[in-house]
C-alpha cells in the first residue's frame, strides 16, 4: 500500500520484498493483495504477502483476521502470466513458499517487455533513484 517505501528499497537493491498484514476484512485483505501484486509489478521484485489469519484474542482492535499468503512476481518474462507465484487458502494458517529465481528475476529486469524501474527517474514527481540492473 506503500509504492514510495517498495521503490526505495527496489533502488536500494532489494529482490524481495515482505509485506506482513493483519486486516479484519475481506476488503482489506484485498487492499493489501492488489498492492502487493501492483508493487511487483512496479518494481520488479518479488512480494511475499504474509497475514495473520483467524482469531486474535490479543487485539481488541483486529479481533478477528482475515487474509492468505501469497508470493507474487512481476507478470513479464520467465514469470507466471498472473505474477501469482505461490497462493494460500483464504483463512488458513500454514505455509506458503516457492522457489525464487534470482536470476529469472535480474534477467527479466534486463530484457523484460516492461521496465519502468529504469525510467522511474524520467516520471514526473519521482524522487526515487532508478532500479540498479547489476
Known amino acids: 500500500e506503500f509504492p514510495g517505501a517498495a521503490q526505495a528499497l527496489a533502488a536500494a537493491g532489494a529482490d524481495i520484498l ?7 476484512s475481506l476488503a ?3 487492499r493489501v493483495r492488489i ?3 501492483a508493487r511487483a509489478l512496479e518494481t520488479q521484485c518479488f ?14 482492535v483486529v479481533d478477528v483476521n482475515v487474509g492468505a499468503a501469497g508470493i ?3 507478470p ?3 514469470m507466471p502470466a498472473d505474477g501469482i507465484v505461490a497462493l494460500g487458502a ?3 494458517p500454514g505455509w506458503t513458499y516457492a522457489d ?3 536470476d529469472a528475476l535480474a534477467e527479466l529486469r534486463r530484457n523484460g517487455a516492461v521496465r519502468g524501474p529504469v525510467h522511474w527517474g524520467e516520471q514526473p514527481g519521482t524522487a526515487v533513484i532508478p532500479l540498479r540492473l547489476s
Do not use: K, N
Open 18 to 24: 515482505l509485506v506482513p498484514s493483519c486486516t479484519d
Open 28 to 30: 482489506g485483505y484485498w
Open 35 to 37: 498492492g502487493a501484486m
Open 47 to 60: 512480494v511475499v504477502q504474509s497475514p495473520t489469519v483467524g482469531a486474535a484474542p490479543w487485539s481488541a
Open 72 to 74: 507474487f512476481a512481476p
Open 76 to 78: 513479464d518474462l520467465g
Open 90 to 92: 483464504l483463512d488458513t
Open 100 to 102: 525464487l529465481d534470482l
